[in-house]
């Protein structure tokens, strides 16, 4: 399997100030990374797949300027919410797959952004 | 994927089995059914995965019917802290959709002393 950490565990901000997420792999060499979001009693939902070194792909209907995503090396994975707004407020999950199964996902601990 | 049916809630004596079920009738010959679990505000836990033979590991066990159109997942002694909720997901197989899982509404299983 796969460690996977992020950072913060929570975070309130300011409505329009910009807030970064980290995942970070820590026994794995990840190429590729995906982070989820769940919004309150809802289920996960995919945003968008992170790749090191090259441009994240977002799902349909993730704005792409508004969630950054930086994946600059193998073990670590940056999800930037700019401009935040209180509909952002939203549990942010990141995952790793090892590759030797496609549906086979470590995860983080999440990450709780509430914007005030 | 295949769309996957789970029962909105289920409860379980601690100590007894836990026999969770999940509906998958439109999966296709080459797609896993796996198995994950959301403790809550927690990141989701894979446990188990399977194709068409029965499946265990330290976790769970899964029996998946012959035909394939469904599937339970097996608790065998739940214990408190196996309160959480269950997803029963069918990915497509191939790369195109590596990490796409698509989590229902799952399953919340409440184990009671």
């Known amino acids: 399997g796969a460690v996977v950490s992020q950072h913060p565990s929570w975070v309130i901000c300011k409505s329009g100030t910009s807030v970064k997420i980290e995942c970070r792999s820590l026994d794995f060499q990840a190429t590729t990374m995906f982070w989820y979001r769940q919004f309150p009693k809802q289920s996960l939902m995919l945003m968008a797949t992170s790749n090191e070194g090259s441009k994240a792909t977002y799902e349909q209907g993730v704005e792409k300027d508004k969630f950054l995503i930086n994946h600059a090396s193998l073990t670590l994975s940056t999800l930037t919410v700019t401009s935040a707004h209180p509909e952002d407020s939203s549990f942010y999950i990141c995952?790793?797959?090892?590759?030797?199964?496609?549906?086979?996902?470590?995860f983080g601990e999440g990450s709780r952004l509430t914007v005030l | 994927d295949a769309k996957t049916t789970q029962p909105t809630s289920m409860d379980c004596a601690e100590g007894r089995a836990a026999n969770l079920p999940c509906n998958h009738s439109?999966?296709?010959?080459?797609?896993?059914v796996y198995w994950y679990r959301q403790i809550h505000s927690q990141g989701p836990q894979y446990i188990i995965h399977g194709l068409k033979n029965n499946e265990t590991n330290e976790m769970a066990s899964l029996i998946i019917t012959e035909d394939r159109k469904s599937s339970t997942l097996i608790l065998p002694h739940a214990t408190l802290r196996d309160t959480a909720v269950y997803y029963c997901i069918g990915p497509s197989a191939g790369g195109t959709s590596y990490g796409k899982l698509t989590f229902g509404q799952g399953t919340i299983l409440t184990v009671h002393p």
């Open positions: 439109t999966i296709s010959g080459n797609e896993y």
């Open positions: 995952s790793v797959g090892t590759g030797t199964n496609t549906g086979e996902l470590f």
